[in-house]
Nanobody, 126 residues
Framework: QVQLVESGGGLVQAGGSLRLSCAAS????????MGWFRQAPGKEREFVAT????????VYGDSVKGRFTLSRDNAENTVYLQMDNLKPEDTAVYYC???????????????????WGQGTQVTVSS
């Protein structure tokens, strides 16, 4: 059974930084792309970023492009989301996710992912 556990969320002032981690267990971590999404109260789940199996192809959502950096360590079964220059509108619960059995491709929609973590809260104060 695939399990994803996010960590690293918290409260930060605008302009600050946070680094989120997502530790995976079960399955073959290096065999699948990984994604991050976020959801603010009253809003739909929003695509943040995705990374392919090898870590050499990354796609970012328009709202985070140039501020967030996604990476993965296949030896540690972990994906990292470095968030810099945070803004109040980045406030949300952040989720990492993995597709069910698709190994190749870029996936930017929530329904393309089968496994989800419990989420970690990020709050950015102005």
């Amino acid at each position: 059974q695939v399990q994803l556990v996010e960590s690293g969320g918290g409260l930060v002032q605008a302009g600050g930084s946070l680094r989120l981690s997502c530790a995976a267990s079960g399955g073959t971590f290096s065999g699948y792309p990984m994604g991050w999404f976020r959801q603010a109260p009253g809003k739909e789940r929003e695509f943040v970023a995705t990374i392919n199996r090898m870590g050499n192809s990354i796609v970012y959502g328009d709202s985070v492009k140039g501020r967030f950096t996604l990476s993965r360590d296949n030896a540690e079964n972990t994906v990292y989301l470095q968030m810099d220059n945070l803004k109040p509108e980045d406030t949300a619960v952040y989720y990492c996710a993995r597709p069910s059995n698709q190994r190749i491709g870029i996936f930017v929609y929530p329904d393309q992912y089968a496994f989800w973590g419990q989420g970690t809260q990020v709050t950015v104060s102005s």
